[in-house]
């Protein structure tokens, strides 16, 4: 079946670069998507990839998609504060009937 | 970009009462919407796909007489927790989808619904 799989967390110093990376099962995937989840509140679409790029930025954002190996990967340059969230990876295969299916999430926490 | 609205954002209720939340689209309609259970420090788990007009989709482990799911128009779709009991407590959230398929998922701010 479908799975993606996050690391639990990461901690980076303000003003740092972070990398948070996702792997995936499904080869149908078509639209990759990062999420924020901040506390107590629903999703924030952060940015997607659809299956047949490799690069996307946007602003601070870089998402990278090795579809040889199922990775996805996102990059935050100059980490703030206020990016202290948990960050969701998720896919939409055509195998799990355009179902959303998500990772655990990665707890982002910011250090001075 | 497209807002979904939840409500009521929280809700305390005392086993054994039935609890409404609703999924409302505001600036789109949406054929299809998703409904989601999220466990402390956990990841979303799809509890049912509710299709406009018809019958919603469940997830196999998904008590379909214990959530049900109403999808009675194009911009609005609730769940009632029947019957709810602590184990119940949970945050709830919505989501709808624009277009097609593999449109994009836009997501409410969740209800967090607590059984005493």
């Known amino acids: 079946g479908e799975d993606v799989e996050q690391s639990l967390f990461l901690s980076v110093r303000e003003g740092d670069s972070s990398v948070i990376n996702c792997t995936y099962t499904?080869?149908?995937?078509?639209?990759l998507y990062w999420y924020k989840q901040e506390p107590g509140a629903g999703l924030q679409l952060l940015t997607y990839?659809?299956?047949?790029?490799d690069m996307k930025q946007d602003q601070r954002l870089t998402v990278l998609l090795n579809k040889k190996d199922k990775h996805l990967s996102l990059r935050i340059a100059d980490t703030q504060t206020g990016d202290s969230a948990i960050y969701f990876c998720?896919?939409?295969?055509?195998?799990?009937?355009?179902?959303?299916?998500f990772g655990s999430g990665t707890r982002l926490s910011i250090r001075p | 970009g497209a807002v979904v609205s939840q409500h009521p954002s929280w809700v305390i209720c005392k086993s054994g009462t039935s609890v409404k939340i609703e999924c409302r689209s505001l600036d789109f309609q949406a054929t299809t919407m998703f409904w989601y259970r999220q466990f402390p420090k956990q990841s979303l788990m799809l509890m049912a796909t509710?299709?406009?007009?018809?019958?919603?989709?469940?997830e196999q482990g998904v008590e379909k007489d214990k959530f049900l799911i109403n999808h009675a128009s194009l911009t609005l779709s609730t769940l009632t927790v029947t019957s709810a009991h602590p184990e119940d407590s949970s945050f709830y959230i919505c989501s709808a989808r624009v277009g097609s398929k593999t449109g994009e998922l836009f997501f409410g701010e969740g209800s967090r619904l607590t059984v005493l």
């Open positions: 998720a896919e939409i295969a055509y195998s799990s009937a355009s179902k959303i299916i």
């Open positions: 990839i659809f299956s047949n790029m």
């Open positions: 499904d080869s149908s995937s078509t639209y």
């Open positions: 509710s299709n406009e007009g018809s019958k919603a989709t469940y």
